[in-house]
């Protein structure tokens, strides 16, 4: 049947849907912790304690990050679909298994797996969709995926509903299930896409090993432009990770309301406009592509532009339609930013080595995210969190005026080493 389907022209299109699914379950159940942590800390006291849960949210992120290129260098030397498929079901697995934990140290050693079987995922799964979408439908591809994991993150606040309808037990049961029983859906309809894929998937010492390891890192770090797509990656998730943990505080303190509410306004808004950021700017990068090549590039830069007077606003406004304007530009704008990364990145890494460049970038941002998370911290506590907020807009607007200076490609969609 797979094979059929493959031949359908909408099948690319049934690729981002299924591919839509997993991002979501990546997201979903990666938050769901963050969102039951009184309701957890009841039967593991251990959590009563701030450090301890923050021990826990950083293992994630540590092992997520460093596992990334790894990630990326594997997704480029096997089967895409069985990475993914692998990837899904351990982390579902993990899921399933935290909703046993009994203390600290097994939540501990399941979140760490966690972070390593999601790691796996971003970047086979961007690559695959790079090769199945080109020319005029690449960005749109990536943009609409990307809301997947917009939509996972969203989702993972009802993590909390569950547990307090029933038990945070429950809630990690159910999602871990849902997990495992999406597994045997991309089992009967996902396919891989390889060119020349005897070749590519061979085990011969010129294409495997550390020899093939060491060439990937070579042409990626010996090129001075995926340099430049490292930076322009890497700045954004600065301010990017800076409101997706501060901005429910920023609002909570700058509008003098509780944390129930202001919790709720700062998601919805930045949801909802990164929706519309993503969609616009694929949209717009797959009609200007057609005319020049650098229209993803001045999509992505458009999105970067509009961050900065966004992260001026949500840092000094003082009044509920400043900083909301703030919050929907930031969404818009890196909405349009996230739905062209990995189009970029095609128009300068063939496809041998997409998935291992995104890795790299995907270790870049996560890092980045880790250290704004603790540096904005200590920024909260002595009252400066709008101030050091807005001061992002700084080396965002170098990342602009680098991107559009050096970024030079010579085609569409560089096929070749």
């Known amino acids: ?39 957890i800390m009841i039967d593991i006291q251990e ?3 701030a450090e301890n849960f923050g021990r826990l949210m950083a293992v994630f992120l540590w092992i997520y990050g460093l596992a990334s290129p790894l990630a990326g260098l594997v997704a480029d030397r096997v089967n895409r679909k069985w990475l993914i498929i692998g990837s899904l079901g351990v982390w579902s697995f993990v899921t399933l298994a935290m909703g046993y ?37 690449r960005s749109l591809a990536v943009g ?30 159910s999602f871990g299930f849902i997990g495992i029983a999406y597994c045997l859906i991309l089992v009967l309809f996902l396919s891989e896409k390889r060119e020349n894929e005897p070749e590519r998937m061979s085990s011969s010492p010129s294409q495997g090993g550390l020899r093939s390891i060491g060439k990937s890192l070579g042409l990626l770090l ?3 432009s995926f340099w430049v797509i490292l930076f322009y990656f890497a700045v954004p998730s600065f301010p990017g990770w800076a409101i997706k943990n501060w901005l429910p505080t920023l609002f909570s303190d700058t509008l003098n309301i509780e944390m129930s509410a202001a919790g709720p306004l700062s998601t919805i808004v930045i949801a909802f406009s990164s929706f519309l950021g993503v969609i616009f700017g694929g949209l ?21 532009t509009l961050i900065v007077p966004a992260l001026f606003l949500t840092g000094f406004s003082t009044s509920l339609p400043g900083i909301v304007t703030g919050g929907i530009l930031f969404g818009i704008g890196f909405g349009m930013f996230d ?25 870049t941002g996560v890092f980045a995210g880790a250290l704004i998370t603790s540096l904005l911290g200590k920024s909260t506590d002595a009252g400066n969190l ?4 807005a001061l992002l807009a700084i080396p965002v607007a170098v990342a602009v005026i680098l991107l559009i200076s050096t970024m030079k490609p010579v085609t569409a969609d560089k096929t070749s080493d």
């Open 1 to 39: 049947m797979i094979f059929a389907l493959k031949n359908k022209p909408w099948y690319p299109w049934l690729i981002v849907a299924l591919l839509w699914g997993v991002a979501l379950l990546n997201y979903m159940d990666r938050q769901m912790l963050s969102t039951m942590k009184s309701a």
């Open 47 to 49: 959590l009563e304690k």
């Open 101 to 137: 934990a009994t203390s600290f140290s097994q939540l501990y050693a399941l979140r760490a797996v966690m972070g390593l079987s999601e790691a796996l995922y971003i970047p086979a799964g961007l690559a695959l969709i790079a090769d199945y979408h080109r020319a005029n439908t």
């Open 144 to 173: 609409i995926h990307m809301t997947g994991l917009y939509t996972g993150q969203a989702l993972g606040g009802f993590g909390a509903t569950v547990a307090h309808n029933w038990s945070w037990q429950t809630a990690f049961h």
């Open 222 to 224: 010996g090129t001075v």
């Open 284 to 304: 717009l990068a797959d009609r200007w592509i057609v005319k020049n090549l650098k229209g993803r590039i001045y999509t992505g830069a458009i999105g970067l």
């Open 339 to 363: 739905a062209n990364n990995m189009p970029v990145l095609c128009q300068f890494v063939s496809p041998r080595h997409r998935a291992a460049g995104y890795g790299l970038m995907n270790m």
């Open 386 to 389: 709008g101030r050091d907020l």
